[in-house]
């Protein structure tokens, strides 16, 4: 029987998950359904519910629902807890349980896929919001010498050091954009973590963050030369990425968790990779 799965988020039109899990599906042998779901705000429960009862076995949340999922589970993984959102649910009877795959996928976009490795590293991390927090822990965990956390509002940014302070091996603070153009500190690896690139808009970052040979790293995916790339490539950085390499392997993540087996992610990474130039 084909087992049902989907992607639930507002606004839907966009999402490429469908693409992506049929493709893995196909890959790997495995007999699934996945479609899209527009939830309604504030229904969240209701529409989750629904597509429970039509037999739905998994669903992945996008914006803005990902809090939402977060009060829905009933079994929270430990990236989920710490994050403070779900990108996936797998439902077991009357057990929700929910993981946090994002950052894990940012990670093994970067180390395997692009071939930077974050340990002993400077790392400049840019924003605050839900991408940022579910990247902390496995960025932590690779062990940078030197993670550094900048956000406009400052204060998300401290309340977070404070939160995620106990699993840092390294040097990790976090301070504002001015304080940033004061510090004259240059990284390895720069994330953009903001929306700002949504809007075509450049965080206020300055030209000197990026070291030689670093990699600068878009989290939207699909805006082309963003801002924040354009800035990066301006100074010669040497690799440019934006998100979709994230965008696949998350997908994978949570392909693997639901079904047991890990598809490849290569193909699918070319598949949807929009050169630059
Ligand atoms: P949130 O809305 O949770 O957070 C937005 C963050 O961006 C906040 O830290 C906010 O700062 C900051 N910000 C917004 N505008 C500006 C600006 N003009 N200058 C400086 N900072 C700004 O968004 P998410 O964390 O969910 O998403 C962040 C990005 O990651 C988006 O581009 C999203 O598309 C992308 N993303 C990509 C994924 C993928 O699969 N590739 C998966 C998840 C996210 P403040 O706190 O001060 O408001």
Not at 221 to 227: A, N, Q, S, V
């Amino acid at each position: 029987m084909t087992d049902k799965y989907a992607v639930i988020g507002n606004p839907i039109g966009h999402t490429k998950s469908p693409l992506i899990h049929l493709a893995f599906a196909r890959q790997t042998g495995q007999d699934i359904d996945y479609t899209a779901i527009e939830g309604r705000i504030g229904g969240f429960r209701d529409d989750v519910d629904a597509f429970r009862q039509a037999g739905g076995r998994g669903i992945n949340i996008t914006a803005p629902l990902k809090l939402e999922a977060f009060k829905y589970a009933t079994e929270l993984s430990g990236p989920a807890r710490l994050a403070g959102a779900v990108n996936a649910l797998k439902f077991e009877g009357d057990r929700i349980h929910a993981q946090n795959f994002d950052g894990i996928g940012l990670v093994r976009d970067i180390v395997q896929n692009l071939g930077y490795p974050m340990a002993g590293r400077r790392v400049l991390l840019l924003g605050a919001g839900g991408a940022a927090r579910g990247a902390l822990l496995p960025f932590l965990e690779q062990k940078p010498a030197r993670l550094l956390l900048v956000n406009r509002t400052v204060a998300k940014a401290q309340s977070l050091v404070g939160q995620f302070k106990p699993y840092a091996g390294g040097e990790f603070s976090c301070c504002s954009y001015p304080e940033l153009g004061d510090i004259h500190e240059k990284f390895d690896i720069v994330v953009n973590a903001t929306s700002a690139s949504l809007r075509g808009e450049l965080p206020p970052v300055h030209t000197g963050v990026f070291a030689f040979r670093c990699l600068a790293y878009e989290l939207a995916y699909g805006k082309g030369l963003t801002p924040f790339l354009k800035l990066a490539q301006g100074v010669g950085a040497e690799r440019l990425a934006d998100g979709v390499g994230l965008l696949v392997e998350q997908a994978a993540e949570a392909f693997a968790w639901w079904r047991g087996v890990r598809p490849e992610t290569a193909p699918m990474i070319k598949t949807l990779t929009v050169p630059f130039l």
